[in-house]
């Protein structure tokens, strides 16, 4: 009597354990029809056919080297592979060991016919495979053009409620935080115990540095959500904004392996400019006579011979007094009052004097005038479908027009008071010294005789100067202290601003 195993599969977790039983039962019915008798079942469960990497399906083509059975039983070509060039292939292996493939429901005759018949059912079998794969693509791509979920696991910060993507507010608070530190110079091990110590947790267990780190480089949080090639902004709705997530992603790219020291931080790293040559001034270490490491800050435009003569500066002096020149500055009430004067009045001014505002309202008067004069050319008979069609685009670039100066109007409308301007510098003096200069200053120009520090401001520039921020210029007198090591004396800083 020959001897037979059957091999079952079916290939999604929408079917279920009945698409087994009943290839089983059609298999084994063949099986007795033919004085077949079955000695083992092999069965894969949610595999494709459209590949090998089915483990049942491999350990029958293992086991058939050891000839206990002589045939193998499916319910139908397509449940051993939907891939013709595999399925040549794991025959011919079968084959070799003395073992037939048969298919229960296709009547495959032993002639030079049958062979026909069987490479033309494979051929159908990975031509239905390939269509279907295709269908899938087509309706996940509607479903993401519609900004529907399109399935997996949602992530941290979002729910799905009828296939759409929606902000989970307590999860986003928490995103939000995360951003917000991280972008003032928090470091990733001191979110994770300032959430730990709010009992704040990811699934019940306190969060993990990849975690952090994968929030805060995913793009989605800022309602971008990319496959392949395409860009969609419909199916992920913002939870940070695009500036404090682009902040974000460039801090991380220059914290990348090989652009931060491990042994100890330099407060004023990505801060520091040559006032002679405007290359960035960066970290340098080298060591004494006696074998001590020392570290300075070292011009980039030196190091590389481009010409500049900027000496290197110590670190620890250096540092020291940068930060007591900021601290003296955010300390005293009378140049704070000078700043928040002279942001108030540059604020004003700059709502009266609105460029783009201004623009807006020139292009709106030419396209009024244009329209006028079609309007003429209709009232003396003018009449065609060009004039219909350029009226038509001239109303409504005029629609467009009006609603975005009322777009510039409304920001304008909002001012940032004078109290609030005063709690964003009184803010920065609880800081630890690497989140004040990261929160308070935007940049720091070092001469040999002089620096000129220059600090953040919370009050935003006019939109069309594409720039972030006011910023304010202190000049304060350096002593020749390179070579000194003694701390120099403070000396009185001149306040100066500009646009």
Same mark, same amino acid.
């Given at each position: 009597?020959?001897?037979?195993?059957?091999?079952? #599969?079916?290939?999604?977790? *929408?079917?279920?354990?009945?698409?087994?039983?009943?290839?089983?039962?059609?298999?084994?019915?063949?099986?007795?029809?033919?004085?077949?008798?079955?000695?083992?079942?092999?069965?894969?469960? @949610?595999?494709?056919?459209?590949?090998?990497?089915?483990?049942?399906?491999?350990?029958?083509?293992?086991?058939?080297?050891?000839? +206990?059975?002589?045939?193998?039983?499916?319910?139908?070509?397509?449940?051993?592979?939907?891939?013709?060039? +595999?399925?040549?292939?794991?025959?011919?292996?079968?084959?070799?060991?003395?073992?037939?493939?048969?298919?229960?429901?296709? *009547?495959?005759?032993?002639?030079?016919?049958?062979?026909?018949?069987?490479?033309?059912?494979?051929?159908? @079998?990975?031509?239905?495979?390939?269509?279907?794969?295709?269908?899938?693509?087509?309706?996940?791509?509607?479903?993401?053009?519609?900004?529907?979920?399109?399935?997996?696991?949602?992530?941290?910060?979002?729910?799905?409620?009828?296939?759409?993507?929606?902000?989970?507010?307590?999860?986003?608070?928490?995103?939000?935080?995360?951003?917000?530190?991280?972008?003032?110079?928090?470091?990733?091990?001191?979110?994770?115990?300032?959430?730990?110590?709010?009992?704040?947790?990811?699934?019940?267990?306190?969060?993990?540095?990849?975690?952090?780190?994968?929030?805060?480089?995913?793009?989605?949080?800022?309602?971008?959500?990319?496959?392949?090639? +395409?860009?969609?902004?419909?199916?992920?709705? @913002?939870?940070?904004?695009?500036?404090?997530?682009?902040?974000?992603?460039?801090?991380?790219?220059?914290?990348?392996?090989?652009?931060?020291?491990?042994?100890?931080?330099?407060?004023?790293?990505?801060?520091?400019?040559?006032?002679?040559?405007?290359?960035?001034?960066?970290?340098?270490?080298?060591?004494?006579?006696?074998?001590?490491?020392?570290?300075?800050?070292?011009?980039?435009?030196?190091?590389?011979?481009?010409?500049?003569?900027?000496?290197?500066? #110590?670190?620890?002096?250096? +540092?020291?007094?940068?930060?007591? *020149?900021?601290?003296?500055?955010?300390?005293?009430?009378?140049?704070?009052?000078?700043?928040? /004067?002279?942001?108030?009045?540059?604020?004003?001014?700059?709502?009266?004097?609105?460029?783009?505002?201004?623009?807006?309202?020139?292009?709106?008067?030419?396209? /009024?005038?244009?329209?006028?004069?079609?309007?003429?050319?209709? /009232?003396?008979?003018?009449?065609?479908?060009?004039?219909?069609?350029?009226?038509?685009?001239?109303?409504?670039?005029?629609?467009?027009?009006?609603?975005?100066?009322?777009?510039?109007?409304?920001?304008?409308?909002?001012?940032?008071?004078?109290?609030?301007?005063?709690?964003?510098?009184?803010?920065?003096?609880?800081?630890?010294?690497?989140?004040?200069?990261?929160?308070?200053?935007? /940049?720091?120009?070092?001469?040999?005789?002089?620096?000129?520090?220059?600090? *953040?401001?919370?009050?935003?520039?006019?939109?069309?100067?594409?720039?972030?921020?006011?910023?304010?210029?202190?000049?304060?007198?350096?002593?020749?202290?390179i070579q000194n090591k003694e701390k120099p004396n403070m000396v009185d800083i001149e306040v100066k601003y500009y646009v």
């Amino acid at each position: 009597m020959k001897t037979a195993v059957i091999y079952a #599969r079916y290939s999604s977790d *929408n079917q279920t354990e009945q698409s087994i039983e009943g290839q089983l039962r059609v298999c084994q019915d063949y099986a007795q029809r033919n004085d077949i008798v079955i000695i083992k079942t092999y069965i894969d469960r @949610a595999m494709t056919g459209t590949n090998d990497n089915r483990p049942d399906f491999q350990q029958m083509i293992k086991d058939s080297d050891k000839k +206990e059975f002589e045939h193998v039983i499916v319910y139908k070509l397509d449940r051993f592979s939907r891939n013709k060039y +595999e399925t040549a292939k794991y025959k011919k292996i079968l084959k070799d060991n003395g073992v037939k493939l048969l298919s229960a429901m296709e *009547n495959i005759p032993d002639t030079p016919e049958g062979i026909i018949l069987e490479s033309l059912l494979e051929g159908m @079998a990975e031509y239905y495979s390939a269509k279907l794969a295709q269908k899938v693509k087509r309706g996940m791509k509607e479903t993401r053009l519609k900004g529907n979920f399109t399935g997996g696991t949602i992530i941290y910060g979002y729910k799905v409620e009828n296939h759409k993507i929606l902000i989970n507010e307590e999860q986003a608070e928490v995103v939000r935080f995360i951003y917000e530190q991280y972008s003032l110079g928090t470091y990733v091990k001191d979110i994770i115990a300032e959430l730990n110590s709010k009992r704040i947790f990811n699934r019940g267990k306190p969060f993990a540095r990849n975690t952090i780190y994968n929030i805060l480089k995913n793009e989605k949080y800022s309602g971008i959500y990319r496959f392949k090639d +395409e860009i969609f902004e419909n199916m992920y709705p @913002a939870i940070v904004p695009n500036e404090i997530y682009t902040k974000v992603r460039n801090k991380i790219d220059l914290n990348k392996y090989g652009k931060r020291s491990v042994e100890l931080v330099y407060l004023l790293r990505h801060k520091l400019k040559c006032g002679y040559c405007g290359m960035p001034i960066s970290a340098e270490c080298g060591t004494a006579k006696d074998g001590s490491k020392r570290h300075y800050y070292k011009c980039l435009g030196r190091k590389r011979n481009n010409g500049c003569t900027k000496s290197s500066v #110590r670190k620890e002096t250096f +540092e020291n007094f940068v930060l007591d *020149n900021i601290l003296k500055v955010l300390s005293n009430s009378e140049y704070v009052d000078t700043i928040i /004067e002279a942001l108030f009045k540059l604020q004003e001014m700059q709502s009266n004097t609105n460029s783009l505002i201004n623009s807006l309202v020139k292009e709106y008067k030419q396209a /009024e005038i244009s329209l006028n004069n079609i309007m003429k050319a209709v /009232e003396q008979g003018i009449v065609n479908n060009t004039t219909n069609k350029r009226m038509k685009e001239l109303e409504n670039k005029l629609e467009d027009i009006d609603r975005q100066i009322l777009i510039e109007k409304s920001k304008n409308a909002f001012k940032v008071s004078k109290q609030a301007i005063k709690e964003f510098y009184i803010e920065a003096l609880k800081l630890e010294p690497k989140l004040l200069i990261d929160y308070a200053i935007k /940049e720091i120009r070092v001469y040999e005789d002089k620096l000129e520090i220059i600090f *953040n401001s919370p009050i935003k520039r006019s939109p069309d100067t594409n720039q972030g921020f006011f910023l304010f210029t202190f000049n304060s007198k350096l002593p020749q202290y390179i070579q000194n090591k003694e701390k120099p004396n403070m000396v009185d800083i001149e306040v100066k601003y500009y646009v």
